[in-house]
């Protein structure tokens, strides 16, 4: 069995050193690689060795399949683990690294390849009992044919595109005479984003919770599931707060997902850390989305509850080690929350607010864990993802975590950039969000930028009703001004001494 002794992390910021913090657990050596505009950034630091790639452009840098293999022979690298995003989900990329004689700490180019493909993926589970969203089974070339199932399926409907992700490659289709013209955009953006233009169609969810379920297997054929994440507060389908469990899954439900996903792994021959999509209707019924063949982002959230270590595990698992936790050794213990800190701007839209980070000071304390990639000063660069960090909570129940959650995003202090912080601190004390009872649309149900303007404070508040009084006294007659003024000073010490 190979061990591995030494690993590149092709990738950077939060997931580098996450990654990294593991293998240094592990006793393994770790060697980075970043781009020009990375050259200070804090996973180049923390590595044993770090290599410069390119230029700050991804395409010219992280994304460099054949640099990075020869910077792997150079340094003597036995494995390389490639985060999310940038080559993560790229089976090429994965084949290569075979071919090299090295380990990739994820699943088999062939699994990536199926499930990168949301129709082939669909396709290779069709054997399997996994409930679907009703849809075309295959890609669309006859549009006719395409509206007569959308009819039959009823609007709204939803063209996806194949290759999509990100929460890219989407679009709703609300009424019949709107579909040529959503189906023109789907086509033209799913070529220019994914470079293939197969979209199909599902029925759109309404009122859809996004639920998934971690998956790991090993190269022996065990899988095992590791319960689900709530990710159904987004922006742009794409997710800002998550949790685990989920406020909603019973046990059973909970039992009836884990095994669907086991056997959507089963079904690509699934080896390494993976997750399984679901969507789920507000009758709690599930419909398989699409399976992400890597680490995600929110995986921490599930570390929280089940104390695995994911990274540790992916590691095992490609060294060909067999599982050596079992399903019924695992539980559900107390909730963890996760929010993403993007330095993007909730008032204009979400859209990246990128520049130096002129204060950064991170919350602490017990139950508290910030996955980040920066320290005060640094500057966030333009060219990748704007995120800065994950903040995640755990307490023994949901109300815990939340309550550590707000406690510790009033204590994160940012300044330099607009971050979502405040978004997620409106979420957090939202009663929809508090209750349980939210779905996909949260963000366009209670959101509009109105509700982060600071309330007035107790002391001012009073001082503009004084204000206002004495407006108002002032137009009466002399004899009681007088009066007005002598307690608009009253009340204004009494609100200065609070
Ligand atoms: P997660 O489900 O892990 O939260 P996200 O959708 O937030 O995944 O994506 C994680 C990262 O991967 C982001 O940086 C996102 O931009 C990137 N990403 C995901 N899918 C794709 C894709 N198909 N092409 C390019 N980047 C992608
Ligand atoms: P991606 O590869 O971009 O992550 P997904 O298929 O996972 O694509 O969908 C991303 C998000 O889009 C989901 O989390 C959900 O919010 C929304 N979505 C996807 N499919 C549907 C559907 N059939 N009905 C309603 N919402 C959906
Ligand atoms: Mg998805």
């Not at 996973?43 to 390119?54: F, M």
Request: one cysteine or more.
């Amino acid at each position: 069995m190979p061990s591995i002794r030494k690993l590149l992390v092709a990738n950077r910021g939060e997931i580098a050193l996450r990654i990294m913090r593991t293998c240094r657990e592990m006793g393994i050596q770790t060697v980075a690689i970043y781009s020009e505009a990375d050259r200070h950034a804090l996973h180049v630091r923390y590595a044993d060795e770090a290599v410069c790639v390119g230029p700050a452009p991804s395409s010219e840098s992280y994304l460099k399949a054949d640099t990075i293999i020869e910077v792997c022979r150079r340094l003597g690298v036995d494995a390389i683990h490639p985060g999310y995003g940038f080559l993560s989900e790229n089976a090429r990329f994965a084949q290569l690294v075979r071919e090299a004689g090295l380990i990739f700490v994820g699943p088999s180019p062939e699994s990536i390849e199926v499930m990168g493909s949301k129709l082939a993926a669909k396709a290779a589970v069709s054997t399997y009992n996994i409930p679907m969203v009703p849809g075309t089974p295959s890609a669309i070339s006859d549009r006719a044919e395409a509206k007569v199932i959308s009819a039959q399926i009823g609007y709204p409907i939803l063209i996806k595109a194949s290759a999509g992700g990100g929460g890219k490659g989407m679009r709703i289709v609300e009424r019949e005479e709107d579909f040529d013209e959503q189906m023109d955009r789907a086509v033209s953006e799913a070529i220019s984003a994914f470079g293939d233009g197969s979209v199909f169609i599902e029925k759109y969810v309404t009122s859809p919770r996004h639920i998934e379920i971690q998956v790991l297997g090993d190269q022996h054929g065990n899988i095992i599931h590791l319960f689900e994440r709530e990710c159904s507060v987004q922006r742009r389908h794409q997710k800002v707060v998550e949790e685990a469990p989920s406020a909603v899954l019973t046990p059973e439900i909970r039992a009836e997902m884990g095994r669907c996903a086991v056997d959507v792994a089963r079904a690509c021959g699934y080896y390494g850390a993976g997750t399984v999509e679901f969507i789920v209707d507000d009758q709690l019924n599930f419909y398989f989305l699409e399976m992400n063949t890597r680490l995600q982002v929110e995986h921490p959230v599930t570390e929280q509850i089940t104390g695995v270590d994911l990274v540790k595990q992916m590691i095992y698992i490609a060294e060909g080690k067999e599982l050596a936790i079992k399903q019924e050794d695992l539980e559900i213990k107390g909730h963890a929350v996760e929010v993403r800190v993007y330095a993007e701007d909730p008032t204009n839209n979400f859209l990246p607010d990128v520049g130096t980070l002129q204060t950064y000071v991170r919350p602490q304390g017990n139950g508290v864990r910030v996955d980040d990639g920066f320290e005060q000063d640094m500057e966030i660069p333009i060219y990748y993802d704007p995120m800065i960090a994950k903040l995640i909570t755990y307490g023994n129940d949901r109300t815990e975590a939340i309550q550590k959650m707000i406690r510790a995003i009033d204590e994160y202090q940012i300044t330099g950039v607009q971050t979502t912080l405040p978004f997620c601190r409106y979420v957090m004390g939202h009663s929809a969000f508090t209750s349980g009872n939210f779905d996909t649309h949260f963000v366009n149900r209670y959101f509009t930028p109105d509700v982060l303007k600071p309330a007035p404070d107790a002391a001012e508040a009073q001082l503009a009703a004084v204000l206002a009084a004495q407006l108002f006294a002032n137009r009466k007659p002399a004899a009681t001004n007088g009066t007005a003024v002598t307690e608009a000073k009253e009340s204004r010490w009494k609100a200065n001494r609070r």
